[in-house]
């Protein structure tokens, strides 16, 4: 049995505030109650309750084959793209991601809902549904999306679904791209030098927000030995 994590969907259930995991079955049988490897972290899961859906309507089911999406209960442990398997450890790639095209600061509009706007901005994020990243420069936080509709979505959740309310700030980015080098003291370089357009995203991966075009060309040419990404997934 093979599988992997395509989607993530936090709050399916209201009354219970749990996330399902959307495992999309690639080759084999998956069984429930059967010992799987979860690849990334090695560790080995079985499930007690995996869901199939129909429309609203969700079921137990004892087995799925290839082509079969099942849902799993997931406590925050899993990432679109994780892999599952019989104990091989291999990883799909191809995921789709995204180059965010809008950008904004995210900034908290209720200081007694703290906790419950960073609960939020977490669980969504793991959905794929927008990027965030953490300022080099200052610690602020900065949601990268493909369409200026996400922001509106993204807050009604925050406040219907985590009770938090939360505001936007503009600011001027043009890319954002993810680096790295195999180049360690060039990669240091460009990281001083750039520091006041720097940023961490989710994982702790370095990315590089371009103001202008130009600025981000330059980049490209100064520093032949860095390896630019545009989307999340390389």
């Not at 490897?37 to 309750?49: A, E």
């Not at 019989?86 to 990883?91: A, M, N, T």
């Not at 990315?207 to 989307?231: C, G, M, P, W």
Request: hydrophobic residues 40%.
């Amino acid at each position: 049995m093979t599988g992997f994590i395509f989607k993530i969907h936090a709050n399916m259930d209201p009354n219970h505030r749990n996330r399902i995991a959307f495992l999309k079955i690639v080759s084999g049988k998956f069984e429930r109650n059967t010992n799987y490897t979860h690849v990334r972290s090695g560790k080995t899961l079985k499930f007690s309750s995996p869901t199939a859906f129909m429309a609203e309507k969700k079921s137990i089911i004892d087995e799925a084959f290839p082509g079969d999406i099942v849902g799993l209960h997931d406590t925050g442990n899993f990432i679109i793209g994780d892999t599952f398997t019989e104990g091989e450890k291999l990883k799909f790639t191809g995921i789709p991601s995204f180059a965010p095209e809008q950008f904004r600061y995210i900034e908290n509009a209720d200081p007694l809902k703290f906790k419950q706007l960073a609960k939020g901005i977490d669980q969504l994020m793991d959905e794929g549904v927008a990027q965030l990243f953490t300022s080099s420069l200052n610690g602020r936080k900065i949601i990268g999306t493909v369409g200026a509709l996400q922001f509106e979505v993204i807050e009604y959740r925050l406040e219907h679904e985590y009770n938090a309310a939360c505001r936007w700030e503009p600011i001027s980015i043009h890319k954002a791209c993810w680096i790295e080098s195999d180049d360690a003291e060039q990669l240091a370089d460009f990281k001083r030098r750039k520091h006041t357009n720097m940023a961490k995203d989710k994982h702790d991966r370095d990315v590089f927000l371009a103001d202008t075009s130009y600025a981000l060309a330059l980049a490209q040419e100064n520093f032949k030995n860095i390896r630019f990404h545009f989307t999340s997934e390389f």
